[in-house]
């Protein structure tokens, strides 16, 4: 019976936000007794319009301790202990996660998923792991040695574009936007020492690249009106007809048109900001507002060509001189509404010379910070769904109670499509009932099915009149471990390396760090320690930066063919071996670290994002866990050098994206209503 494997069930949850909430109180209304909750952070305004168990007198406070608070009132006689901390701190360790019957992830980032993955590998505990984007969301089961593990299956890579595209070639507004804020603002505001490709095309051409360093940088006595009407001249005109006449570029495209601020302010140039009150006064920092300052008040308002401009001259204006102390070391932040003003209007004046309609503050807020909306109820749907896989795991376990009619565990995927509000006429209805039933119904009891479908169905919306936009929900076959990954595999991995040359210290940094993703190696021959984390003592200073040739040579165990070296995150209690082979040469283009790893799987594949199903691409906030994850970066990628613009932290992923051709993965909203009739997509990517 289910709901004795419920009542006996000790459940770990990690994350208590969106989907976490939505669980918690399920898991409690579904009977499960006794809960464990970890979750660092502590409760936002922002969080309130989702996570239900939370109000506004919360703010500020533990979301584990007030979630379960919350629980208890219509739950008193169950147990919930909360952690207010971090799910990679060393007490969660490989005992702590043994006394659980099965964990659950209601996580938004990779780095903590692929840490508790490996725990419950190391634990030998089922995970359920789940994630949303939207109206997208997904729920996969990992049992050790039964299915693939969370990192069996490549995580798509950051959204990339070329950086061509991005300086000289702009088609869509989302390329205006990383323009804007990853260049131009970059440029202005940020680290001066780091790279930056504004003018990789322009001083291609006539100017040398000392002159246009010269443009933005401010002197001294210089007049602020002045210098901003310098900038904008400079990259929205000058810029501009410089690229033009690079004829090549423009034959099949459309010529775009450079804008001068004289042409658009012109009436103005003796009082620039119009009737601006320049003593405007601001609370703090953040709150300074060019928008503010010129008397605009709707972020829902798409300015026009003059408006964009006064927008973005008042901002560099303030910027200077409000915010003069931060300038030199911004980087660009969605909740800084300065910094949002101004990337809007530059991106909206740049769209305006390439053809390219403009946007809102709001929408280009929207995808500056790659945010997609989360939506409670999707949050709801998937924590249903957490529950369901969740008892059929546990009914697996307990082998006395109908093992053979308990289906092996699985992973639904489902997209859920509700066309945009106010654009078709919207009716409530409760469809939870068509969705359980396609679902495993079989698997729970019927009460049980009640309960969770009456506290997950309230605010599920649905339209009418597009019947076909339905939702689609999606048994995947169970599959097999993925052999070659090495986080679920036992077969060592090997190494390629010229031991002559490199350094035990390259195998750490290259190898070890960036792509097994070990924050805390400890390296071992046998029973020999060669490498261990932390300071490091003076006899292994010699060792770590001594070539491996002869590190190795001292050793008393080697393989035949090689090395074998056990590599064991102590952070993450993960253990792996590598069989160290040397090889003389390498291929400079090709394996330019001069190291082949193998018997792993690389975690992220650019060309597989092309046909991959809308689940993966919607950029992800709360990010679905196998495809979205941590998607949530836009970089470019030049064709010489490779570049990141935020820090990504699967490094492992970062050399598919020295491409030209991979690119664009942002695409239309629209991209989001799918999945109909598109399972061959599906099955083909996990199968595979
Ligand atoms: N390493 C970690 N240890 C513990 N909790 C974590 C860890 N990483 C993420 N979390 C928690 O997972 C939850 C993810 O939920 P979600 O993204 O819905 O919430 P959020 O971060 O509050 O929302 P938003 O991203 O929109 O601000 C968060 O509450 C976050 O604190
Ligand atoms: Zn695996």
Same mark, same amino acid.
């Given at each position: 019976?289910?709901?004795?494997?419920?009542?006996?069930?000790?459940?770990?949850?990690?994350?208590?936000?969106?989907?976490?909430?939505?669980?918690?109180?399920?898991?409690?209304?579904?009977?499960?007794?006794?809960?464990?909750?970890?979750?660092?952070?502590?409760?936002?305004?922002?969080?309130?319009?989702?996570?239900?168990?939370?109000?506004?007198?919360?703010?500020?406070?533990? +979301?584990?301790?007030?979630?379960?608070?919350?629980?208890?009132?219509?739950?008193?006689?169950?147990?919930?202990?909360?952690?207010?901390?971090?799910?990679?701190?060393?007490?969660?360790?490989?005992?702590?996660?043994?006394?659980?019957?099965?964990?659950?992830?209601?996580?938004?980032?990779?780095?903590?998923?692929?840490?508790?993955?490996?725990?419950?590998?190391?634990?030998?505990?089922?995970?359920?792991?789940?994630?949303?984007?939207?109206?997208?969301?997904?729920?996969?089961?990992?049992?050790?040695?039964?299915?693939?593990?969370? &990192?069996?299956?490549?995580?798509?890579?950051?959204?990339?574009?070329?950086?061509?595209?991005?300086?000289?070639?702009?088609?869509?507004?989302?390329?205006?936007?990383?323009?804007?804020?990853?260049?131009?603002?970059?440029?202005?505001?940020?680290?001066?020492?780091?790279?930056?490709?504004?003018?990789?095309?322009?001083?291609?051409?006539?100017?040398?690249?000392?002159?246009?360093?010269?443009?933005?940088?401010?002197?001294?006595?210089?007049?602020?009106?002045?210098?901003?009407?310098?900038?904008?001249?400079?990259?929205?005109?000058?810029?501009?007809?410089?690229? $033009?006449?690079?004829?090549?570029?423009?034959?099949?495209?459309?010529?775009?048109?450079?804008?001068?601020?004289?042409?658009?302010?012109?009436? &103005?140039?003796?009082?620039?900001?119009?009737?601006?009150?320049?003593?405007?006064?601001?609370?703090?920092?953040?709150?300074?507002?060019?928008?503010?300052?010129?008397?605009?008040?709707?972020?829902?308002?798409?300015?026009?060509?003059?408006?964009?401009?006064?927008?973005?001259?008042?901002?560099?204006?303030?910027?200077?001189?409000?915010?003069?102390?931060?300038?030199?070391?911004?980087?660009?932040?969605?909740?800084?509404?300065?910094?949002?003003?101004?990337?809007?209007?530059?991106?909206?004046?740049?769209?305006?010379?390439?053809?390219?309609?403009?946007?809102?503050?709001?929408?280009?807020?929207?995808?500056?910070?790659?945010?997609?909306?989360?939506?409670?109820?999707?949050?709801?749907? =998937?924590?249903?769904?957490?529950?369901?896989?969740?008892?059929?795991?546990?009914?697996?376990?307990?082998?006395?109670?109908?093992?053979?009619?308990?289906?092996?565990?699985?992973?639904?995927?489902?997209?859920?499509?509700?066309?945009?509000?106010?654009?078709?006429?919207?009716?409530?209805?409760?469809?939870?009932?068509?969705?359980?039933?396609?679902?495993?119904?079989?698997? =729970?009891?019927?009460?049980?099915?009640?309960?969770?479908?009456?506290?997950?169905?309230?605010?599920?919306?649905?339209?009418?009149?597009?019947?076909?936009?339905?939702?689609?929900?999606?048994?995947?076959?169970?599959?097999?471990?993925?052999?070659?990954?090495?986080?679920?595999?036992?077969?060592?991995?090997?190494?390629?390396?010229?031991?002559?040359?490199?350094?035990?210290?390259?195998?750490?940094?290259?190898?070890?760090?960036?792509?097994?993703?070990?924050?805390?190696?400890?390296?071992?021959?046998?029973?020999?320690?060669?490498? &261990?984390?932390?300071?490091?003592?003076?006899?292994?200073?010699?060792?770590?930066?001594?070539?491996?040739?002869?590190?190795?040579?001292?050793?008393?165990?080697?393989?035949?063919?090689?090395?074998?070296?056990?590599?064991?995150?102590?952070?993450?209690?993960?253990?792996?071996?590598?069989?160290?082979?040397?090889? &003389?040469?390498?291929?400079?283009?090709?394996?330019?670290?001069?190291?082949?790893?193998?018997?792993?799987?690389?975690?992220?594949?650019?060309?597989?994002?092309?046909?991959?199903?809308?689940?993966?691409?919607?950029?992800?906030?709360?990010?679905?866990?196998?495809?979205?994850?941590?998607?949530?970066?836009?970089?470019?990628?030049?064709?010489?050098?490779?570049?990141?613009?935020?820090?990504?932290?699967?490094?492992?992923?970062?050399?598919?994206?020295?491409?030209?051709?991979? $690119?664009?993965?942002?695409?239309?909203?629209?991209?989001?209503?799918?999945?109909?009739?598109?399972?061959?997509?599906? +099955?083909?990517?996990?199968?595979?």
């Amino acid at each position: 019976m289910a709901s004795e494997a419920i009542k006996g069930a000790k459940v770990l949850m990690v994350g208590a936000g969106g989907i976490g909430c939505e669980l918690l109180k399920t898991l409690a209304l579904s009977g499960f007794r006794d809960i464990h909750i970890i979750d660092m952070d502590t409760i936002e305004v922002s969080n309130l319009n989702r996570q239900f168990l939370f109000r506004q007198s919360h703010v500020g406070q533990s +979301k584990a301790k007030v979630a379960r608070d919350a629980v208890l009132k219509f739950r008193p006689h169950i147990n919930i202990k909360p952690y207010h901390a971090n799910v990679k701190d060393p007490e969660f360790n490989v005992d702590f996660f043994k006394q659980f019957n099965v964990v659950l992830n209601g996580l938004d980032n990779l780095d903590a998923r692929r840490h508790v993955n490996r725990l419950c590998l190391a634990a030998d505990v089922p995970l359920v792991e789940s994630g949303t984007t939207g109206f997208l969301g997904q729920v996969t089961v990992h049992v050790k040695g039964k299915t693939e593990c969370y &990192e069996c299956q490549p995580k798509p890579a950051p959204k990339t574009y070329p950086v061509c595209t991005i300086t000289s070639t702009p088609s869509k507004f989302v390329h205006c936007i990383v323009w804007a804020k990853d260049l131009l603002f970059a440029k202005l505001f940020g680290d001066k020492n780091q790279d930056n490709d504004l003018n990789v095309r322009s001083s291609d051409a006539a100017s040398s690249s000392e002159n246009v360093e010269d443009v933005f940088v401010r002197r001294n006595d210089e007049d602020i009106e002045q210098y901003g009407r310098k900038i904008f001249d400079h990259v929205f005109g000058y810029n501009i007809e410089l690229a $033009l006449s690079n004829e090549e570029t423009w034959k099949n495209r459309n010529r775009p048109k450079p804008i001068y601020s004289k042409d658009i302010l012109s009436d &103005e140039l003796a009082q620039p900001n119009g009737n601006v009150d320049k003593k405007c006064a601001f609370d703090d920092e953040f709150s300074v507002s060019a928008m503010a300052s010129l008397g605009m008040k709707n972020p829902q308002d798409i300015w026009s060509l003059k408006e964009n401009s006064r927008i973005f001259l008042e901002a560099l204006r303030l910027f200077f001189t409000h915010r003069g102390k931060d300038v030199g070391n911004l980087t660009f932040d969605k909740d800084d509404q300065l910094a949002v003003e101004f990337v809007t209007a530059a991106a909206n004046i740049r769209a305006a010379s390439f053809g390219i309609p403009p946007y809102s503050l709001f929408e280009a807020k929207g995808i500056a910070g790659n945010i997609v909306h989360a939506v409670a109820t999707t949050n709801a749907v =998937i924590a249903g769904l957490i529950v369901i896989e969740t008892i059929k795991v546990l009914q697996n376990d307990i082998k006395s109670y109908r093992y053979n009619a308990i289906p092996v565990p699985s992973s639904y995927y489902f997209g859920l499509v509700v066309p945009s509000f106010g654009i078709c006429c919207m009716k409530r209805m409760k469809i939870l009932f068509l969705l359980y039933i396609k679902l495993a119904l079989h698997s =729970i009891n019927f009460l049980m099915f009640l309960l969770i479908l009456f506290w997950t169905s309230c605010r599920m919306t649905y339209c009418l009149e597009h019947p076909s936009r339905k939702m689609l929900l999606m048994p995947v076959e169970p599959f097999e471990p993925n052999k070659s990954c090495y986080v679920c595999s036992e077969t060592p991995l090997s190494l390629e390396i010229n031991t002559k040359r490199a350094k035990l210290k390259d195998f750490v940094e290259k190898i070890v760090k960036a792509k097994l993703g070990m924050n805390l190696p400890l390296i071992m021959n046998s029973s020999n320690l060669l490498y &261990e984390a932390g300071d490091v003592e003076d006899d292994m200073v010699a060792i770590y930066s001594a070539n491996l040739e002869k590190v190795l040579a001292e050793l008393p165990s080697p393989v035949t063919g090689g090395t074998m070296l056990t590599v064991e995150d102590m952070q993450q209690e993960f253990v792996c071996n590598v069989n160290i082979k040397h090889r &003389e040469e390498f291929d400079e283009e090709k394996e330019p670290d001069s190291m082949v790893l193998s018997g792993w799987t690389q975690h992220v594949s650019a060309p597989e994002n092309k046909d991959k199903p809308a689940a993966n691409n919607g950029a992800s906030t709360s990010g679905a866990s196998v495809p979205a994850a941590e998607s949530d970066e836009i970089s470019i990628v030049s064709p010489t050098k490779k570049r990141k613009l935020t820090d990504v932290p699967n490094a492992p992923g970062n050399e598919t994206r020295n491409h030209q051709d991979e $690119l664009q993965v942002i695409d239309d909203e629209d991209d989001l209503v799918m999945l109909e009739g598109n399972m061959e997509g599906f +099955k083909k990517r996990k199968l595979s």
